[in-house]
């Protein structure tokens, strides 16, 4: 029986020594395993630690760059309107210079830009100087006003530039006769004009006369239709030679012109296209 209580006590205490045993290596175990996991967490923040700074440092070189960038492009800019002023400067400086040289032209050459207002009267005709007669002969008269800007460009020079109107009769022989000879039907045929004369002057030296070659482009319009088929030319464009003076705002004179374009042409035999020819008066 003793036996039997020493034997079951051995086996207690063997029992209780490997249950310490491996209590203490489960202890162990875990003590390891919450290590390791530790490290783990460790690695994990450094990581993340570093990944951040990366990213930290990443952004503070582009927000360097950025910053960079936009100091240079502010630079630039300064550069440009700096570069600016001073080129509206320089602009500034040789408009200045060109007046003052021109109004110092002005005063040695006695005369200076003006205004003229020029009314004119003409005597007018479309007849031809060389062949056979026509259907379309005519002779006629224009009134008309244009107000020239004169320009000194030299010193004995000038350009000018205007704007005007115009209002022309014709008087037609014989319009609308028969293909096989004239007749006296008289009519009356009339149409406006806005005209751009452009002139280069030759003035003397007492400033008060001179001479000039001109081109008058212009528009033709209110023309009543013509018979036999006649077309109007709504163009024109005269060549022109004359003379002006100046008293007050008005340049008297006279030029000799002529259209360039046909002012009309016709379907006949003996006439394609008839140009009008004018001494001008300008009062």
Request: proline share 3%; glycine share 6%; net charge positive.
């Amino acid at each position: 029986m003793k036996k039997f209580y020493v034997v079951l006590l051995a086996l207690l205490f063997s029992a209780g020594a490997v249950y310490a045993q491996n209590d203490d290596e489960l202890l162990k175990k875990q003590q390891q395993e919450q290590q390791e996991l530790l490290k783990q967490q460790q690695k994990e923040q450094e990581r993340l630690q570093k990944q951040q700074q990366r990213e930290e440092e990443r952004l503070a070189k582009e927000q360097a760059k950025q910053q960079e960038k936009a100091a240079k492009e502010e630079q630039n800019r300064i550069k440009r309107e700096e570069a600016k002023r001073q080129n509206d400067i320089r602009k500034d400086q040789k408009k200045a210079e060109k007046k003052a040289k021109r109004q110092e032209n002005y005063a040695k050459w006695g005369r200076k830009p003006s205004f003229t207002a020029d009314p004119s009267a003409t005597i007018l005709t479309d007849r031809r100087f060389y062949g056979t007669n026509n259907l379309f002969n005519a002779v006629g008269y224009n009134l008309g006003v244009v107000i020239d800007y004169h320009r000194p460009i030299a010193k004995r020079w000038d350009c000018n530039i205007g704007l005007g109107y115009r209002f022309t009769n014709y008087y037609y022989s014989h319009l609308d006769a028969g293909a096989g000879g004239f007749n006296n039907n008289e009519e009356v045929r009339s149409y406006n004009s806005i005209i751009l004369p452009l002139k280069l002057s030759h003035i003397n030296k007492d400033n008060d006369h001179g001479w000039y070659l001109g081109v008058t482009p212009g528009f033709n319009f209110g023309f009543k239709s013509l018979p036999n088929g006649a077309k109007f030319n709504n163009f024109r464009c005269d060549v022109a030679i004359g003379t002006q003076s100046r008293w007050l705002i008005f340049s008297p004179g006279f030029e000799v012109y002529f259209n360039l374009l046909p002012t009309y042409t016709t379907n006949g035999q003996n006439e394609k296209s008839i140009h009008e020819f004018g001494i001008r008066f300008n009062l």
